[in-house]
């Protein structure tokens, strides 16, 4: 499990969106593979929903992440403190200039869903189907 909580900023998003990718890094998923960019995709959109329409001033958004290997499952979790979710309406205009971060989540996670969390706001949450992987080895000490 990872969690980590970010100011409400492009830049908090951009920097849950490397430390994300750092994570996986450290759970086997190398930098640059398919699975590692997907999850990394998803962390950005939800990341950069959560600034640009769930920002509460003064308050931060979090991420989690957390794996099942034997699943190959990668659940991300972005949580904020506004009340609004997304509705329908959010996936479903794919000419508009923009708002289509949903519709690219939804193309290509497992299944992903909104949920209230305790306090205000909610959390996005989204599942990745990853290639089984395994911690990477640690060397042991010499001696």
Do not use: I
């Amino acid at each position: 499990m990872f969690a980590q909580r970010f100011s409400a900023t492009r830049r908090g998003a951009r920097l849950a969106r490397r430390l994300a990718a750092h994570r996986l890094d450290l759970w086997g998923v190398p930098y640059g593979s398919p699975d590692s960019d997907t999850v990394a995709l998803v962390v950005a959109e939800l990341a950069a929903n959560a600034v640009l329409h769930g920002r509460v001033p003064g308050c931060d958004f979090e991420l989690r992440l957390s794996c099942d290997r034997a699943a190959g499952v990668v659940r991300v979790e972005v949580s904020d403190t506004h009340p609004g979710h997304p509705g329908p309406a959010a996936r479903a205009d794919a000419d508009a200039d923009g708002g289509r971060g949903l519709l690219l989540v939804e193309a290509v996670v497992a299944r992903w869903g909104v949920r209230a969390r305790p306090g205000p706001g909610k959390t996005v949450w989204a599942e990745c189907a990853v290639r089984p992987f395994r911690l990477p080895r640690t060397p042991r000490p010499a001696g």
